[in-house]
């Protein structure tokens, strides 16, 4: 605090009014002070705070009634719901023709008309799906519990896949295509496998050292 007896000489009192809000300043450096007087007493505005504002934020949604609810996301409304799968489904890709294919629990993979929601295509596979990848028109590959990835025709009516593709120890998480001959999968077992999608043989084994 300054000493207010030291009034003699204003260079004299500009010092001590300097080093004492020095003082001041460096003991409260933590605090969110804005102004400091000579008496030491601070101001302290109203500083709102992004915690302030995320609150006033739920609460002007707390505020909105039904009405305002509908009327700001009537255009995020359900059109369609498509049904058919018995367990959940885990895995959604759209195919280059537009439609939708979906991979379940319950081990089948289904085939959508976007427009309609009719179950265009179904297969049957021997696990749970995991993941869907369209390697080319029709042709679309599948990961399951089962360790191995499926190759299928979707325009055939055979419930057989045309080729499996072995070299995972456990479950098949990930398929991602690579470039026009190349496509990887990933798995439980910690491992990533390049495969060559034409020649039906894994080209690249990356395992963790």
């Not at 504002?53 to 509908?70: H, M, Q, T």
């Not at 799968?85 to 289904?110: F, M, R």
């Not at 029709?138 to 072995?166: A, G, Q, R, V, Y």
Request: glycine fraction near 4%; hydrophobic fraction near 30%.
């Amino acid at each position: 605090m300054i000493n207010q007896d030291k009034e003699t000489d204003p260079n004299i009192k500009n010092e001590i009014e300097n080093n004492d809000s020095k003082l001041i300043n460096s003991k409260l450096k933590n605090v969110p002070v804005q102004e400091i007087n000579l008496d030491g007493n601070i101001f302290e505005p109203n500083i709102i705070t992004p915690s302030n504002n995320n609150n006033n934020d739920n609460e002007n949604k707390n505020n909105l009634s039904n009405a305002d609810i509908e009327e700001k996301y009537k255009e995020y409304k359900c059109i369609k719901t498509i049904t058919g799968h018995t367990e959940k489904v885990v895995t959604l890709i759209q195919l280059e023709s537009g439609n939708l294919a979906t991979g379940s629990y319950d081990d089948t993979i289904c085939v959508w008309d976007i427009n309609n929601g009719n179950n265009l295509v179904k297969k049957k596979e021997e696990g749970h799906i995991f993941c869907l990848l369209e390697f080319e028109n029709n042709m679309i590959l599948s990961s399951t519990n089962k360790n191995n990835i499926n190759l299928w025709d979707l325009s055939s009516e055979s419930n057989n896949p045309i080729h499996c593709f072995i070299g995972h120890q456990l479950w098949v998480n990930n398929l991602v295509k690579c470039n026009d001959k190349i496509f990887a999968s990933s798995g439980n077992d910690a491992n990533i496998i390049i495969w060559d999608y034409y020649q039906r043989i894994y080209i690249s084994y990356l395992q963790e050292s």
